[in-house]
């Protein structure tokens, strides 16, 4: 089967700075893919030549099987929401929405219906009229989202597309973001730097770093078993452990990563485990999150809340299931 | 700094008093903001509103006057006479001829100007972009008169223009506009393109930079976003880019209209011997001792600028302000 999206050894390079550095990546036709990675990692980079708003300094790039390179962004059937939705202020919200149909010659009556029909889909029936600035954040998203629809795009890339909307807004846009995207079977393709945006929404996950891919995998996969420190301490802050630490309870003289909410905390003179002591506590409603040292090694636990806890300061023993401690491929 | 150092400092009052005259006057100023205001914007507008507004009127009411043709003196009466004579065949030719030039100056600059705005907006960054201020700013900083001087050497037929034509084999160019009617005559410095030209050099700068500064406000990602959706580079200037400058545009075509509507130097120098409204207003206040038609003249200019902004405001060009 031919991928949605396929790099083969991608790189773009902005004078010595490598922002995308030898990428190997195929996209599945009608998945939702996330590009996780701190900023500056190359992800909105990758995004970008994907669009056709950057060109690669070397490698092929190819979108359902065609080849990419020198094509500008006007001819390639691809559409991105931008991270500030980048609406056009002169123009009203129907006319925005129907910008790339106009542009292609479609008559007004005919863009104007689907237009609307597109901003039914994302829950703006009869906004039409209004002007950008008159709309709020998650209004002026979905705005955003419904003109790169509306063109019917064999692919969508996202840029940030939640990272301007409150917390709440946030929650209930990915969910929708989601739902439309199983409707649609538009291949999806989003940058992040919220790890917990990416694990929820995207069937598949890239993690970058230093403009290379660290991993890629199922949610779960990157989530419990990362392959580097990297991708370990990034998603989800996993307990990195160090390889004579993980020798010890595994044998194997490996770098370990250990999540938090694996590790148990018991009183100090019950038992076997880690010896450690409790640095401090930082409470966060569903879960409270604990700061240990463990001889000289930091390590954080989250318990659920209200789990009875020693004071700060207290000594405590650190247990955990052995099969909750995964080791990581990266070399010791 | 630890807390022990900054516990050993004396503890300051925590409302310590005012400190003399002065103390006391920003307490005023601070307690009461408008008097602060007012004291601060009472010398502009009364310089203004008498000085700048106040001669304007007195201008202006001269144009209700009119003049005794036999005796020369000016009739103190209200009459809508003086008026009337700019719609004398001699005179409506002055207007039409000033605003028509005026108006192709303003096309002109646009157009030059905007490639060169859209550099500097788009592309010009540090050094570059101060070598656009410098290059845009020098003429404005140097005199009007030689620079207005500068040009009738350039455009004569001794002058630089000819021989490079020449060195070029493309004099017949030259000749053949010059024998054209109205835009022609013995040389360029002579000829109404000549003084075309002039004042398009002279005024440029002001459609730059408003043009400029407008294109600056208009995010990057707007123009990506325009061709993301499928918009070729013509598509994306003529639907996204000329739009959201035009009120740079029409910024910087009050400047190159009003001032070319105004203007009596430059035809006075570069041209032919017709007359431009300036010049008109020059003459009539000077020479013919006619003050109500002098200022009857300087109403037009007012009057179209007036029909063009409501013309300009009609077309949407400050929506996107």
């Avoid at chain 1, 990546?25 to 990758?46: H, N």
């Avoid at chain 2, 408003?210 to 994306?236: F, I, K, M, Y």
Wanted: charged share 15%; with cysteine; hydrophobic share 45%.
């Amino acid at each position: 089967m031919t991928s949605a999206v396929s790099f083969q050894k991608v790189s773009r390079h902005f004078g010595s700075v490598r922002a995308v550095d030898a990428v190997d990546l195929d996209i599945v036709p009608g998945e939702f893919f996330a590009m996780l990675g701190p900023s500056g990692s190359g992800k909105t980079t990758c995004l970008r030549l994907i669009a056709g708003f950057e060109q690669p300094t070397s490698g092929s790039i190819s979108i359902f099987g065609e080849r990419a390179e020198g094509v500008p962004p006007y001819r390639r059937n691809v559409n991105t929401v931008f991270q500030d939705y980048a609406l056009f202020p002169h123009l009203n919200v129907l006319d925005n929405v129907a910008y790339g149909l106009m542009v292609k010659g479609v008559g007004k009556a005919e863009r104007q219906k689907a237009a609307e029909e597109a901003l039914s889909l994302v829950r703006l029936p009869g906004y039409g009229a209004r002007r950008p600035g008159q709309l709020s954040g998650g209004q002026r998203q979905r705005v955003a989202l419904a003109r790169a629809l509306v063109n019917q795009p064999k692919v969508l890339l996202l840029d940030e597309p939640l990272g301007a909307l409150d917390l709440k807004l946030r929650e209930n846009m990915q969910e929708e973001l989601k739902s439309l995207q199983k409707a649609l079977g538009i291949t999806f393709i989003f940058v992040t730097h919220d790890q917990g945006e990416a694990l929820s929404m995207a069937d598949r996950v890239a993690v970058f770093n230093d403009g290379k891919i660290m991993q890629i995998g199922t949610p779960e996969d990157i989530y419990q078993r990362p392959k580097t420190r990297f991708v370990a301490d990034f998603v989800g802050s996993s307990n990195v452990l160090p390889p004579d630490f993980v020798q010890r309870y595994s044998g194997q003289h490996r770098w370990g990563s250990l999540r938090p909410e694996s590790i148990r905390i018991g009183r100090a003179a019950k038992g076997e485990g880690v010896a450690a002591r409790l640095v401090g506590t930082n409470y966060l409603g569903a879960t409270t999150k604990l700061a240990l040292d463990a001889e000289g090694l930091r390590l954080h636990a989250i318990v659920p809340a209200g789990t009875k806890l020693p004071a700060e300061g207290e000594a405590v023993v650190l247990t955990f299931n052995r099969e909750h401690l995964h080791l990581m491929d990266e070399p010791a | 700094m630890t807390i022990a150092a900054l516990n050993s400092t004396s503890a300051p009052a925590i409302l310590p008093g005012s400190g003399g005259m002065r103390g006391a006057l920003s307490d005023l100023f601070w307690r009461k903001p408008q008097l602060l205001l007012f004291l601060m914007l009472a010398p502009p507008v009364l310089w203004l509103g008498i000085v700048y507004i106040g001669s304007l009127f007195a201008l202006l009411a001269q144009s209700f006057f009119s003049i005794d043709e036999y005796s020369g003196l000016i009739n103190h009466e209200f009459t809508l006479k003086t008026y009337g004579d700019l719609f004398r065949p001699a005179n409506l030719d002055i207007i039409v001829r000033t605003v028509t030039m005026a108006v192709l100056v303003t096309l002109a600059s646009a157009i030059i100007a905007f490639p060169i705005a859209y550099y500097a907006a788009r592309y010009a960054r540090g050094r570059w972009k101060a070598l656009f201020y410098l290059g845009v700013m020098l003429p404005l900083w140097s005199s009007y008169l030689v620079k207005i001087y500068a040009w009738k050497l350039i455009l004569a037929k001794e002058g630089i223009l000819t021989w490079l034509l020449a060195k070029l084999h493309l004099l017949w160019v030259l000749d053949g506009w010059l024998s054209l009617p109205v835009v022609g005559g013995n040389s360029l410095s002579v000829s109404a393109t000549g003084t075309f030209i002039a004042f398009v050099y002279v005024w440029l700068p002001f459609m730059i930079l408003p043009v400029q500064a407008a294109l600056e406000r208009v995010p990057g990602n707007l123009v990506e976003a325009s061709s993301d959706l499928g918009a070729s580079p013509g598509q994306t200037f003529r639907n996204v880019l000329f739009p959201l400058a035009l009120p740079g545009i029409v910024a910087g075509s009050i400047f190159t209209f009003s001032l070319t509507l105004g203007d009596y130097i430059i035809p006075q120098i570069i041209g032919t011997s017709r007359l431009f409204i300036g010049q008109a207003v020059y003459s009539q206040q000077g020479t013919a001792g006619n003050i109500p038609l002098a200022a009857a003249f300087t109403v037009v200019p007012i009057v179209i600028m007036g029909f063009y902004l409501w013309g300009a405001k009609r077309m949407g060009a400050f929506d996107a302000l």
